[in-house]
Each structure stands twice: as structure tokens, then as C-alpha cells.
């Protein structure tokens, strides 16, 4: 039987501001990366992490230390990163026949643009259940490194993996994106700037081809999250804004250890999407303040392209079904192949709040006549076994007297704390 929480509000005043603190999770993005950066260069440290360390975090790690450990059986749980990130690894790095696998939705996650880039190049690669989709067998084999051509339009982790396999790479080696586009380019950035950091530089030579120039200068760094000090999520972040959009003006939320500019492609995004809704960002000492002023884009309704960072579309969605403000969403199509259907799982969960999505192939948008109500006492939403829907459906206990929330434990997988966080705003009472 799920686990299900009760979710109302907390705070008595709904017109006095609130002034909150939140602890963010590290970044996920930047962490996953040097792990696999480690692994790679043979300098996978074993640690024991803190409490509130991203499941997908620990999935990763657990998986590259079971590979080094001499497991021929690699789970990586639910994490897609861990999923393509490994399947890249083991490809060049295995002696051995390695079975990689993963639960809940992994294997109806496609995986096949990756597999195919890496074929080939050599790798030898197999479909144990369904073509195009986990669990693979990996074998041992033998790399011509030629170039490849690579579909990355659905996921630029497809990308990433193939750039993150630079201590193995010869200089020249290409990866040509154009013929089918990227999504999610500021994470493929992300991935350059960080590796370009130890000195693995990439070039975008013309939009979409990628070509590794080679190691500049003798890395004297470790690249280990813990020696490093990651700086904070910006994608966890996001719910922050979300709920800091829907309290009233003047409420503030202090959130340490985020970096301004970011090497997180999601930090500029969301700042610029949330200044419309009248959400003011802010350096301080320790971190960024944001501000819930009066000042908000005037509109007759919410537009933006999300292609860049498909991981915001939750939170946003949430703030404005919340707000009450019609919009209009593009570039929104992968998110069909995440942890969930998300565009589906958004559209199902806030029908039973009276408000009805209507979903396009590659668009998400709300007219805004169809005012947010609960039918019955509690609705009960599910989240879909997705984190990031859980937590933005949380957030519209502000606007609905009562909430019943399935799996609120699947928040784990990207923000262990969320619910401590929110706690000063609302309830949860698990039943």
C-alpha cells in the first residue's frame, strides 16, 4: 500500500509576510559529473555521505564502486544521469560482461541514441529486454574512436556521458549533434565548463559539433564533491521560487550556498522566469536572497520556451496554477520520457483540482477559466513516483484547503529535505 501524507497550511496570516531560510541539496548536476570524472580517472573516493545526499547521488556512486568492486550485476536504481552516465563508462572501461539495469520507470526510459553512438565507435552493446531500452549487456571491446553523429534532441545526458569519456578520448574526436538539434544545451555547457576546469577542453566548433581538443595542463585537483564543496541545486531551487511566488508580497526566502552566475544552466532560467511573476533575486553572503515584490511583468497571459531547462516546467506550473495566470509552455516534449510522463502527470493531478491542462506534442498550456477548486473533503494527487512533481503539487497546499499526497517519500531522489523545508508553510502529516 503507498504511503500517503496530509498537506495543509500552516501559517495563520494569509496577508503578513514570511521570512524563511532553506538548505538546498547540492547540486546533482555538478556532483554526478566529477563522480563519474573520478571513476574514469581511477580516483572514485569512498565516503560516507551526509544525510539529505540525493538518492540519485547515491545511485551513481553505488553503481561505479559495484563495477570497481567486480560485480557483473550494476543496478542504478531510478536514476536516468546514473543510467546513461554508466552505460558510457562501462562501455570503454569493462573487462568483463557487465548487466546494467535500474528500477521503477528505468526501462521504459530510452536509452538507444547513446547505445548507438557508442556502437559505433566499437562498443559492443546488447538489448536484454526491448530494443532501444534498458537492461543492457556490456562486453568488453575495442574503440576505433572515428567521430559519431548522435541524437541528443530528447536528453543532452546523452551528450554529456559522450563528453565526460574525454581522459579516454584521442584529440580530434567529434560529436556531431546537428542533423537532430540538442535539448537541454546549458547542461552540455555545464559539462564543458566543468571538465574544461581539469583541463579536458571541448570546442563547439559550429552549433551542435562538439570536438575534444585534449588535456592543456597537469591536473593537480581533485575533483571529489566533498573536497570541492559543491555549491547548492539550482533545480531544487526552483521550488523555492514556486512557493515564495505564491505568499505575500514582501516575503523573503534566504537560500545559502547557491552561486550567481552559475555553472548550473537552470540558475539564469530561473531567475528570469521568476522575475516576471514579481520574484526579486538577490547575492548575500552566504548565498542569494530572493523577495516577493509588488513589481511583476504586465501580460495578458505567461509565455516561455523551456527547452533549456525542461526541470523548471513543475515549479513554474505549479506558481502559476497557484497565481491563478494563464500561460502558454513550449519546448516541452522530453518531458514525456523523465521519471514519469511529466506533462501527463500534471495534467491527470490538477484535473482533480478543477484545473484543466491541455497538453500539444511539444506545449503545455492552461486558459486559466477553470479556477482551481477541490473536489471532496481531500483530493488525494499522486505524484507518478516522480520527485519533481510531488514537490510542485505539494507547493498548491497554499491555495487548497486540504491535500492528500501519495509517496511523499519520492522527494528523496533530488531534495532529501524538502519537507522539512516547506514545514514553516505546510504541514505534512503521514498516514
Not at 205 to 221: H, I
Request: with cysteine.
Amino acid at each position: 500500500m503507498k504511503s500517503t501524507s496530509s498537506l495543509t497550511r500552516s501559517y495563520r496570516d494569509p496577508a503578513a509576510p514570511l521570512h524563511l531560510r532553506w538548505t538546498l541539496p547540492p547540486s546533482k548536476s555538478l556532483w554526478a559529473r566529477a563522480l563519474l570524472l573520478d571513476a574514469l580517472r581511477g580516483k572514485l573516493p569512498h565516503f560516507d555521505f551526509a544525510e539529505g545526499t540525493p538518492l540519485d547521488i547515491l545511485a551513481l556512486h553505488a553503481a561505479l564502486l559495484a563495477y570497481q568492486e567486480g560485480k557483473e550485476e550494476i543496478n542504478v536504481s531510478e536514476s536516468g544521469t546514473a543510467m546513461r552516465f554508466v552505460c558510457a563508462y562501462l562501455a570503454v572501461t569493462t573487462q568483463r560482461p557487465v548487466r546494467l539495469s535500474g528500477t521503477g520507470r528505468q526501462h521504459k526510459r530510452p536509452i538507444a541514441p547513446l547505445v548507438e553512438a557508442l556502437r559505433s565507435q566499437g562498443a559492443k552493446i546488447t538489448y536484454l529486454n526491448h530494443e532501444g531500452y534498458p537492461p543492457l549487456l556490456i562486453e568488453p571491446s575495442t574503440f576505433a574512436w572515428q567521430g559519431c553523429e548522435l541524437d541528443a534532441s530528447s536528453s543532452s545526458q546523452y551528450l554529456s556521458a559522450l563528453l565526460l569519456l574525454a581522459p579516454t578520448l584521442p584529440i580530434g574526436f567529434e560529436v556531431d549533434t546537428r542533423r537532430y538539434g540538442l535539448a537541454s544545451r546549458p547542461y552540455a555547457l555545464m559539462t564543458i565548463a566543468q571538465l574544461r576546469e581539469q583541463g579536458f577542453i571541448w570546442e563547439e566548433a559550429t552549433g551542435g559539433l562538439f570536438s575534444y581538443q585534449g588535456k592543456v595542463e597537469e591536473d593537480s585537483r581533485s575533483t571529489s564533491p566533498l573536497d570541492r564543496g559543491y555549491e547548492a541545486d539550482w533545480s531544487a531551487a526552483s521550488y523555492a521560487y514556486a512557493l515564495l511566488s505564491l505568499l505575500p508580497i514582501g516575503s523573503t526566502i534566504e537560500l545559502s550556498e547557491l552561486a550567481l552566475p552559475s555553472l548550473q544552466g537552470d540558475a539564469a532560467y530561473l531567475v528570469q522566469l521568476f522575475t516576471q511573476l514579481g520574484v526579486h533575486t538577490e547575492k548575500a553572503e552566504a548565498g542569494i536572497c530572493i523577495t516577493h515584490t509588488a513589481e511583476e511583468a504586465k501580460r495578458a497571459h505567461f509565455t516561455a520556451h523551456m527547452s533549456d531547462c525542461p526541470d523548471l516546467v513543475p515549479a513554474v506550473v505549479a506558481a502559476l496554477v497557484g497565481r491563478g495566470e494563464a500561460f502558454a509552455l513550449s519546448g516541452v516534449a522530453h518531458l514525456r520520457i523523465k521519471e514519469s510522463d511529466r506533462l501527463q502527470a500534471l495534467a491527470d493531478e490538477l484535473a482533480k483540482l478543477g484545473v484543466k491542462l491541455t497538453l500539444g506534442p511539444d506545449s503545455l498550456s492552461w486558459d486559466g477559466k477553470t479556477p482551481l477548486t477541490a473536489h471532496g473533503s481531500a483530493p488525494t494527487l499522486s505524484p507518478h513516483g516522480d520527485h519533481r512533481i510531488a514537490m510542485a503539487l505539494a507547493l498548491l497546499a497554499l491555495r487548497v484547503t486540504k491535500l492528500r499526497m501519495q509517496e511523499p517519500e519520492v522527494v528523496a531522489k533530488s531534495f532529501p529535505c524538502f519537507w522539512q523545508e516547506v514545514a514553516p508553510c505546510i504541514i505534512q502529516q503521514t498516514k
